[in-house]
């Protein structure tokens, strides 16, 4: 289980995008114009951004659409960034209504397409969980993560708070926890060493990594911990895997026993592209 078990995070995915078109459809003149914590994006930009994302993976995916890939020696994130301000500066023509009413006519398509992939079928990499194909759960877990932290980017800024689904919530920290293995790839420890993870509430959970002596990987949630760290809750974690708070203000909220050095080493953890 180079991945971790399995995700099925459609149904997540499916209850916050229609959380998501509330949201939006909710937004008044003056949250279209506020700015966002994905600076220099204002509000109606991550709505335009969201609304692309989903227009080019129906396109990539359901369509087997090839549109024009990174330039010479462009790496991929700054290939990302560059297509996604392209994007987000053509939209500038759309008004706020019309960039609704897109995102509402693309997100029962999205949702019917993921539905219908093989979920074991192997697929297009997801790079922050480590280099090669990985199955079309985790494609779909990743993009589902991707809205939901831009949604939380939108409700940061207009002040209007989450509903707090603990089902989604669990999905978008079990999501990103994926990143785990690869975060350590260069930490190895003695054959047996483990790390545990724990979240409070009811979005939380436990989670444990073994290292061979070379790589780390999965291991059952009861497997007893060589090192711990203990959240108080999920927002310091996921603020984390996103960047939306860094290393030095989360090791502030989280209780570590065992190896401090492994656990800097975990707090490296970024669960996008960036």
């Known amino acids: 289980m180079r991945f971790g078990p399995k995700i099925d995070a459609l149904g997540a995915f ?41 227009l080019n993976r129906l396109s990539r995916t359901r369509d087997a659409h090839s549109g024009p890939g990174p330039r010479a020696g462009e790496a991929l994130a700054p290939f990302v960034h560059r297509i996604n301000d392209e994007w987000v500066r053509v939209a500038q023509r759309l008004s706020g209504r019309v960039l609704t009413d897109l995102l509402a ?17 192997m697929t297009e990499g997801v790079s922050w969980a480590g280099p090669g194909p990985a199955p079309v759960w985790l494609d779909l877990a990743r993009d589902f993560t991707e809205y939901w932290v831009h949604q939380q980017q939108i409700r940061d800024a207009t002040g209007r708070p989450d509903p707090g689904d603990p089902a989604v919530l669990h999905t978008v920290l079990d999501t990103f926890l994926r990143a785990v293995p690869h975060t350590l790839s260069t930490h190895p420890r003695p054959d047996g060493e483990t790390l545990g993870l724990t979240v409070d509430g009811p979005a939380g959970g436990r989670w ?39 290393p030095d203000e989360a090791r502030r909220a989280v209780a570590v026993s065992g190896d401090d050095a492994l656990a800097a080493a975990f707090l490296q953890i970024v669960s996008i592209i960036r």
């Open 105 to 121: 006519h693309t997100s029962p398509q999205v949702l019917a397409m993921w539905g219908a992939l093989d979920p074991e079928a």
């Open 208 to 246: 444990t990594w073994r290292c061979d002596g070379r790589r780390w990987h999965w291991a059952a949630p009861s497997t007893p911990p060589g090192t711990l760290l203990a959240f108080p809750g999920p927002e310091p974690l996921w603020r984390l895997c996103v960047r939306m708070v860094e």
């Open 14 to 54: 499916t209850r916050d995008r229609a959380v998501l078109l509330g949201l939006v459809r909710r937004l008044t003149a003056d949250e279209w114009q506020r700015p966002t914590a994905a600076a220099p994006w204002r509000v109606r930009d991550v709505v335009a951004h969201l609304v692309g994302d989903d």
